[in-house]
């Protein structure tokens, strides 16, 4: 099976019939999970505006319907944890500056 490799700004995707996938580097990445959908960034800031943009979209949404999970996976023991609304709130104060 051949593979296309295209650069994206959140990673290197590679791209098949069959396929498509995300590079994931320093070992970790981010899942914006939402009611019915799921994305994932490998960079924070991203996944932090992307949160701002869906929540700015949806004014009736509440922190219970959406969340932000950060995978690490280095070595053999994933650790998979919720990044906190203090987080969140300080990187978008600091991409406010």
Do not use: C, H
Request: proline share 2%.
């Amino acid at each position: 099976m051949k593979y296309k490799t295209r650069n994206k700004s959140e990673g290197e995707t590679i791209n098949s019939k069959e396929q498509e996938g995300i590079r994931i580097q320093n070992d970790k990445f981010y899942v914006l999970v939402s009611k019915d959908v799921k994305w994932i960034y490998t960079d924070e800031r991203q996944a932090v505006k992307a949160l701002k943009d869906l929540l700015a979209m949806n004014e009736n949404s509440s922190p219970g319907e959406v969340s932000l999970v950060e995978a690490s996976i280095a070595g053999q023991e994933w650790e998979i944890k919720q990044v906190p609304w203090s987080r969140i709130t300080l990187l978008l104060i600091r991409e406010g500056k």
